[in-house]
């Protein structure tokens, strides 16, 4: 009916914690139903009781694609899609790098990415049509293009989310449906270096010692608002984030 509002769905993966559960927060108040996904179930249950009416809340491993399917298929409309979830496992050399790890951070980054993608494209598709354009939005890293020592697994994972990105972007051409990367480069959250460095925290903390305001998750998440936010014809392919102290992957300012 014309001039009737439309609630708009946004879809979060990795809702459990920093940068998912921070831009949950930002698209739920930017107007968006917020579908908060992730596999702890109490993180993202309390963060859908915090943030209200407009979350809800669903227990979800996107790399299970039975799973991801039943999960697609629960929904009544879905506008925007987050791939959030991802991770680190590691910082060996690839000489030394355990394939287990390897296989982890390709399963979350890379195949959870096109699980989830595949399985609420459909509604994307008519969400897209209805609105002017439904959102396939991938978080990729400045890892994805530019190596470094001990990072072998993440940056062939982060290599790959990028690549789907830019491959469904060519794909969809034509189509209702935009497709966004935002690769970001250091952002200090509490659990993304703890969970590489398998929960020593004197390691996670040394990433960014000496470094002036590492980017936070809510950074990240009011540049993930502002790109799917824009008017429906406006696609932010690219957006790479960095802090002010960071020049390139290999170039930080250290004040130590």
Do not use: C
């Not at 809702?15 to 993202?44: D, H, K, M, P, Y």
């Not at 669903?58 to 298929?73: E, I, K, M, Q």
């Not at 879905?78 to 991770?87: E, S, T």
């Not at 830019?166 to 959250?189: D, F, H, K, Q």
């Amino acid at each position: 009916m014309a001039g009737q509002h439309i609630e708009q769905v946004a879809v979060v993966t990795g809702a459990s914690s920093g940068i998912g559960a921070a831009t949950a927060r930002r698209l739920a108040a930017e107007g968006f139903r917020v579908v908060l996904v992730a596999r702890r179930a109490e993180r993202i249950e309390e963060l859908a009781k915090e943030i209200g009416r407009a979350a809800s809340a669903y227990v979800l491993d996107v790399t299970d694609r039975a799973a991801v399917d039943a999960f697609a298929a629960s929904l009544d409309r879905v506008d925007v899609l987050v791939n959030n979830a991802g991770g680190a496992f590691g910082a060996e050399s690839v000489a030394d790098g355990d394939p287990a790890d390897w296989r982890r951070m390709y399963e979350v980054n890379v195949l959870g990415v096109l699980h989830m993608t595949q399985a609420l494209l459909p509604a994307l598709r008519a969400g897209g049509a209805e609105t002017g354009a439904g959102t396939v939005l991938v978080l990729s890293s400045t890892a994805a293009f530019v190596p470094y020592e001990g990072g072998g697994g993440y940056v062939a994972a982060k290599a790959g989310a990028h690549a789907i990105a830019g491959t469904l972007r060519l794909e969809l051409v034509g189509e209702p449906v935009r497709v966004i990367e935002i690769a970001p480069g250091m952002v200090r959250t509490d659990e993304f270096a703890l969970t590489r460095f398998g929960g020593d925290a004197a390691k996670a903390a040394s990433v960014y010692a000496g470094v002036d305001a590492p980017l936070t998750a809510e950074d990240v998440a009011d540049t993930i608002a502002w790109t799917v936010t824009r008017p429906p014809h406006v696609n932010v392919d690219l957006l790479v984030v960095r802090p002010l102290a960071q020049a390139a992957a290999h170039k930080v300012a250290r004040k130590l």
